[in-house]
C-alpha cells in the first residue's frame, strides 16, 4: 500500500482566510436530533485554505478549470526546498537566482513543488502578510520553463509582485495552474506523485483542493 | 500518461441537491471589474453532488471524515456491472443475489464500484425519487465483506431501506465509506485506480469530492 501525506490544511468554521476573500463557514444543517442524520452546510471562497487557481482567476478570456486537462492534477512532482531543515525569514524574495540551483526540476510539462518552510506560520497572523515572495522576474523564470503546475506552501506567491506573478504564470503561453497553501511538505522527499483534483465547478476561477503526496511502495 | 475519467458530475449555481440537502449556490464574490480578480463564493451541503459519507453522517459516535485514512480514498477498484451496456429499471431492488454473482470483487478491505446506469437520469426529476435501491439484505451482504470503499452511481444507497442501509453500511464492525453520486462509469474497464478524496474538513459527516478513475498506461 503506498504511503499518502496530506499536504492540505485544515477546513474549520471560522478559520483563517485571505483577507479579501470569504469568510469560511460550517454550521450544522441537519442533525441527529432534527433530522435523523448529520449534514453540514458550507460557505467559502473558491481560494480557501489549500486551493488552485485556473487561469480565468487573472486573465481575461483565460480557461476555467473546466477547461484544464485532468492529467495535470496528477502525476509525478518534484519538490524545489529553498529552506532545508527550516524555512525561508519573513518577506524574503524569491530570486531567479535561488531558483536556477534546482533548474533540473523544472521540467516541461512538469509539476513543481515549492519548499519555504512558510506553512510553519498557518494560524498566526503574519501568515497571509509577511510571506516570502516571488519576485517578478521569478515569476518569468519559471513561466519560461513551461511547466505544467507550481505548488506553493505560502497562501498567494507574492505581496510584493502578486498581480504581476499571477498575470506571468496564468496568462498565455504559460498556463501554469497554481496550487497555494499546502503544508506537512517535511513529510515528503524530493520525488513523490502529486494529487489534488479541483472540485468539478463548471467555468470557475479556482477551487479547494484535498492536495496529497503519494509515496509508492 | 495514465488515462484520467471524471466519475464526478458537474457543480453549477442552483445545480440539483437531495431533496432535503441546502441548495448549490455559486455567485461572483470579486469580478475583474470589482477586485481585479475572479473570485468565486460557493454555499452548498456537505453531500452535494458527487460525494462521500462518513460513519458519522448516520451513526452516533461514527467516525468523521477526518479519522478515516487515506489509504481508503486512494487505490485499486473493481467496478461491478449490475447492468451492462444499460441500465437497471427504475426502482429496482438491488438484492444480495444480484451481487453474489459479482462475489469475487469484494475483497476485505478493497473499494468496489456498483454501476447500476442510473446517472444517465442526472438532472431529471426522477433521479433523486425512483433510484434503484439497495434492500436491507444487501447492504447486509456488503457489510459482512469488509470492503473499504462502495461506490454507486445513484444519489443515494436506497429508498426503500435508506436508513437501514446507512447504518449497516456506516456502523460500527464495517464502517464502509460510501461514495453516492458517481458517472461516467461506462468510461471505466473493471479494474482500475480510485482516486476520491474528501476536502480537509474536520469533524464532518461527509465532503463533494472530485472522483475520477485512474487507468494506468
Redesign the interface.
Known amino acids: ?2 504511503r ?1 501525506v ?1 499536504l ?5 468554521d471560522g478559520g483563517p482566510s485571505y483577507p ?3 469568510p469560511l463557514r ?1 454550521q450544522p ?2 442533525t ?1 436530533a432534527a ?13 480557501q ?2 486551493h488552485l487557481d485556473a487561469p ?3 486573465i ?1 478570456g483565460g480557461k476555467p478549470l ?1 477547461r484544464i486537462p ?2 495535470v492534477f ?2 509525478p512532482a518534484v519538490m524545489v526546498d529553498l529552506a532545508p531543515g527550516g524555512e525561508l525569514a519573513a518577506k524574503t524574495p524569491i530570486t531567479p537566482e535561488m531558483l536556477a540551483q534546482h533548474e533540473a526540476a523544472f521540467v516541461s510539462g512538469g509539476r513543481v513543488i515549492l519548499r519555504t518552510g512558510w506553512y510553519a506560520r498557518f494560524g498566526r497572523p503574519e501568515y497571509f502578510s509577511d510571506l516570502p515572495s516571488l519576485t517578478a522576474e521569478a515569476a518569468r523564470w519559471i513561466a519560461d520553463k513551461r511547466i505544467a503546475l507550481l505548488g506553493l506552501d505560502m497562501p498567494t506567491p507574492s505581496k510584493i509582485a502578486g ?1 504581476e506573478c ?1 498575470h506571468t504564470l496564468l496568462g498565455p503561453g504559460a498556463e501554469i495552474v497554481i496550487v497555494e497553501g499546502l503544508t506537512n511538505l517535511h513529510e515528503l522527499a524530493r520525488d513523490f506523485i502529486f ?1 489534488g ?10 477551487s ?3 492536495a ?1 503526496g ?1 509515496i509508492p511502495e
Chains 1, 2 share one sequence.
Open positions: 500500500m503506498p499518502i496530506d492540505s490544511l485544515p477546513l474549520r479579501s476573500d470569504p460550517i444543517y441537519r441527529f433530522g435523523g442524520c448529520n449534514v453540514s452546510i458550507v460557505s467559502m471562497g473558491t481560494h485554505g489549500t480565468w482567476h487573472f481575461e473546466d485532468l492529467t496528477y502525476g498581480r499571477h494529487a483534483f479541483p472540485l468539478n465547478f463548471v467555468g470557475l476561477d479556482g479547494p483542493i484535498r496529497v503519494v
